[in-house]
């Protein structure tokens, strides 16, 4: 059986394994240094790391002879009580990618040689707490990820004014405070610091990143306009802004950006109206403007909204539709317009209702989970209802598994 299903099952085979048998296997191919640190992280050795494909990809080794070496590892679901040494982490400075998720361990300084060769650092819900120090000395990384882990410092310039190798940043959740850095000439394609506490305006500077596909700065505290320039971003596909003060515009310069996918500025004070050419981004799928303060006639026509995956504008009091355009049936928690592009405001009475009597948009008004509106109803009782369904089904097929193998 080599469905993914058996896999629960093999995990409980190795880990009893590990046990029975002595944790040092002499048909290991990885040098006995690195086997060493790997068994002082509780990692079952029973079976050569090296051999592939290795389980949840915990490691990869290179192929030198005669013993091999890793050039990655990733820690996951660790005990508390699991201890790094500097001895063990000196021995694994052939790691190019190392990776820790829900291994809540104390961070411990890293040895100069594995800094030296690290090239990605990825670090979820792990290692407790991190200072921009002990971060700024990972100077080789081209990747860095940190989610959910509280980061001390003063401010982002700390953790990257030495990081000159940076193509890949996620710094998210993790209680950053101060103001967005500069980034001048960088070849960085993705950054998101969502989930912090920045303050300030967004630097200029960030669109002189030209390789920059995914930007995100949503859920922070951050004001001013979006710069003007913001459409040099040229290689830019996803752009989230969302929950954060922004004011101002939206500016024309997004036009420019060609291969826009995604774009969210939901939740913030943007004004002014809703450009038209955004109908004309022939690649755009995801775009939320709702709860801002936009004003006029939405400038869309059903093909348009209909193309989206999401579209949302709900929450912008002074916005509304052309009801000779567009159905009050989308429920885009939006008024219709009287003649001179203002919108109707909400009758208090049913009998005042000024479009299909059974059609209460405002339903949908403060509902902000993406989507549109129409179909997210059904669409809930039939998940919930599949996923039920399913998991009674997987339930039952690792039962009947477990059962056959023991
Ligand atoms: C292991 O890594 C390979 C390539 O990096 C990837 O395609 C695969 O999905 C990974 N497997 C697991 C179980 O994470
Ligand atoms: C870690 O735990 C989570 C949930 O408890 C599980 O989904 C995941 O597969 C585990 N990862 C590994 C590598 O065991
Ligand atoms: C980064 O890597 C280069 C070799 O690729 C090495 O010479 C240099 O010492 C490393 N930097 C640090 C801070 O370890
Ligand atoms: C962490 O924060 C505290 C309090 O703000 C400060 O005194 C300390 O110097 C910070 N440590 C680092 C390494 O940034
Ligand atoms: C988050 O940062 C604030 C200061 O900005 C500090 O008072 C607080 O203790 C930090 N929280 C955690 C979990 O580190
Ligand atoms: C960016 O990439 C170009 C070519 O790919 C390279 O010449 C340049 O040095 C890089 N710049 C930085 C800051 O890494
Ligand atoms: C970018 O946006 C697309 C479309 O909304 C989405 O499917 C994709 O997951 C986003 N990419 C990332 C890295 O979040
Ligand atoms: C948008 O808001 C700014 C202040 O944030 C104001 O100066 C400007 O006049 C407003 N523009 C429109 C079109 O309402
Ligand atoms: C809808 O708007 C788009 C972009 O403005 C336009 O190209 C298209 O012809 C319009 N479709 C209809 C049916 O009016
Ligand atoms: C609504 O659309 C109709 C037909 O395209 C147009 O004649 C009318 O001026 C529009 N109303 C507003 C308020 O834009």
């Not at 995914?214 to 989230?240: A, Q, V």
């Not at 913030?268 to 939320?288: E, V």
Request: net charge neutral; glycine share 6%.
């Amino acid at each position: 059986m080599s469905s993914p299903l058996s896999r629960p099952c093999l995990l409980i085979l190795l880990i009893t394994s590990s046990n029975i048998f002595s944790p040092t296997s002499s048909k290991s191919t990885l040098e006995p240094n690195q086997l060493r640190a790997l068994q002082s992280f509780n990692i079952p050795t029973s079976t050569d790391p090296c051999s592939e494909p290795s389980f949840h990809n915990v490691t990869f080794c290179d192929s030198a002879t005669p013993y091999r070496h890793l050039l990655s590892l990733s820690l996951s679901n660790c005990s508390s009580y699991l201890t790094l040494t500097f001895t063990a982490l000196k021995s694994l400075s052939t790691l190019q990618s190392l990776h820790f998720q829900n291994c809540p361990i104390v961070p411990i300084t890293f040895p100069s040689e594995l800094i030296a060769s690290l090239k990605s650092f990825i670090c979820i819900n792990s290692l407790r707490k991190l200072s921009s120090v002990w971060l700024s000395r990972l100077e080789n990384l081209s990747e860095l990820t940190v989610s959910n882990v509280p980061v001390n410092a003063s401010g982002l310039v700390v953790i990257f004014g030495r990081m000159k190798k940076l193509k890949y940043i996620t710094i998210s959740y993790a209680n950053l405070s101060g103001f967005l850095p500069n980034f001048i000439d960088s070849n960085v394609t993705h950054i998101d610091f969502s989930g912090n506490h920045l303050r300030g305006s967004i630097p200029t500077s960030f669109t002189r990143l030209d390789s920059l596909e995914f930007l995100s700065l949503s859920y922070n505290l951050l004001d001013g306009e979006m710069p003007t320039s913001i459409g040099d971003l040229i290689s830019l596909k996803n752009l989230s802004l969302a929950s954060n003060s922004i004011s101002g515009p939206i500016p024309d310069s997004v036009s420019a950006i060609p291969g826009l996918v995604h774009m969210d500025l939901s939740s913030n004070k943007l004004n002014g109206s809703i450009p038209k050419f955004l109908s004309q981004m022939k690649d755009l799928k995801h775009l939320n403007l709702a709860n801002n303060d936009l004003h006029g006639v939405l400038p869309f026509n059903l093909s348009f909204i209909e193309r989206l995956e999401v579209f949302r504008v709900s929450g912008n009091m002074n916005l509304c539709y052309n009801h000779s355009v567009l159905s009050s049936k989308l429920k885009l928690g939006i008024a219709p317009c009287d003649k001179h592009g203002m919108p109707i405001f909400p009758p208090r009475g049913k009998d005042l209702s000024w479009d299909d009597p059974s059609d209460s948009y405002y339903d949908d008004y403060e509902d902000d989970d993406g989507g549109k509106g129409r179909r997210r109803r059904p669409n809930k009782v039939i998940l919930g209802v599949s996923i039920a369904l399913s998991s009674i089904g997987i339930l039952g097929i690792f039962y009947f598994l477990c059962f056959k193998r023991h």
